[in-house]
């Protein structure tokens, strides 16, 4: 379907949902001139949907009272989007959403005209997301669909939590506002009592977890996307600078994305630099790539390798 096609749809969309809209505004929400909305109108009308338009401060363009747009009609492109993200509600929530995204795909598929069924058979075989998770799903199960519904509920928790931070669990109590997956695992954003502070609390490290019959409230300023920018801005980024050797350099050229910075250098080695959160996970990193990789700043992280190193080697005899 082509973009004036598109446009067209979106236009009846605009109309149907608030009347009396003015022509500026309309041709400014679908990005062309008020002339070219005009010959749209003129399109529509042979097209057999009617539109009129009303004099005045306080009138404007709108449908004939009572048409409706047919439920559905999307274009090829969006049928795939919608086929694409319950795929990913499948892949990102496991059993929890099995059977409502294939009760969905059904539907979809059975209103759908051919040539947009064709379209979503073709991507569902050729784009594909998955290995999402660095933790098994199926395992986590039983607790996400407990936070799930603590969430939905907003019914205080009481949980065994095992902080990357100490070897020993501790008992807590939370509120938990919301669910959020990002860098392969799963998280509960939530206020904890213990601390009196809102924490992210990684779901894998929940030991035990019962909801109470605690109700408590969500704050009415509390906007999940906003404490996800502030938390990421507020904490420490740790800068890494690391070289590869010559011999190990097509490894870093071959991963430009992992990378802040990639420079070249005259000899044939290769110096990166990036970020994080967490000097441990760079000391594991810069490991990882043995000795293909000297950390050259910060001096913590290189004093860290070194000391791992020379443990392995003892360990290893």
């Not at 400014?28 to 401060?57: C, K, N, Q, W």
Request: hydrophobic fraction near 45%; proline fraction near 6%; charged fraction near 25%.
């Amino acid at each position: 379907m082509s973009n004036t096609a598109t446009r067209l749809i979106t236009l009846i969309m605009l109309l149907q949902r608030q009347p009396n809209q003015k022509a500026a505004d309309l041709a400014d929400e679908l990005g062309v001139s008020v002339r070219t909305l005009h010959r749209y109108f003129e399109m529509l009308d042979e097209m057999g949907i009617p539109i009129y338009a009303e004099r005045g401060p306080y009138g404007g363009f709108s449908l004939v009272r009572g048409y409706k747009m047919p439920p559905l009609v999307l274009t090829p492109e969006e049928a795939v989007v919608v086929a694409l993200g319950t795929g990913m509600v499948e892949e990102l929530w496991g059993r929890l959403y099995r059977e409502p995204v294939h009760g969905a795909l059904a539907k979809l598929e059975n209103l759908l005209p051919d040539e947009q069924r064709r379209e979503v058979a073709w991507a569902r075989r050729s784009l594909i997301a998955t290995g999402m998770h660095q933790s098994n799903l199926d395992a986590l199960a039983p607790v996400l669909e407990k936070l799930r519904r603590a969430v939905r509920e907003h019914r205080r928790i009481d949980m065994t939590y095992r902080g990357a931070s100490s070897p020993h669990p501790s008992q807590r109590e939370i509120d938990p506002y919301a669910l959020v997956h990002r860098w392969g695992w799963w998280y509960a954003i939530a206020y904890c009592h213990l601390r009196q502070a809102m924490r992210t609390f990684r779901i894998d490290r929940i030991d035990a977890l019962a909801l109470t019959d605690q109700i408590f409230q969500l704050p009415d300023d509390f906007d999940i996307q906003t404490y996800l920018a502030q938390e990421l801005e507020a904490q420490p980024q740790i800068q890494v600078r690391m070289q590869f050797a010559p011999e190990g350099a097509h490894i870093a050229l071959h991963n430009r994305a992992y990378w802040d910075a990639l420079k070249e250098q005259p000899d044939g080695s290769v110096v990166v630099t990036m970020s994080t959160l967490d000097l441990y996970w760079a000391a594991s990193s810069a490991l990882a790539y043995g000795p293909s990789v000297t950390v050259l700043e910060p001096e913590e992280l290189r004093r860290m390798v070194a000391e791992w190193a020379q443990a392995i080697a003892k360990q290893y005899g």
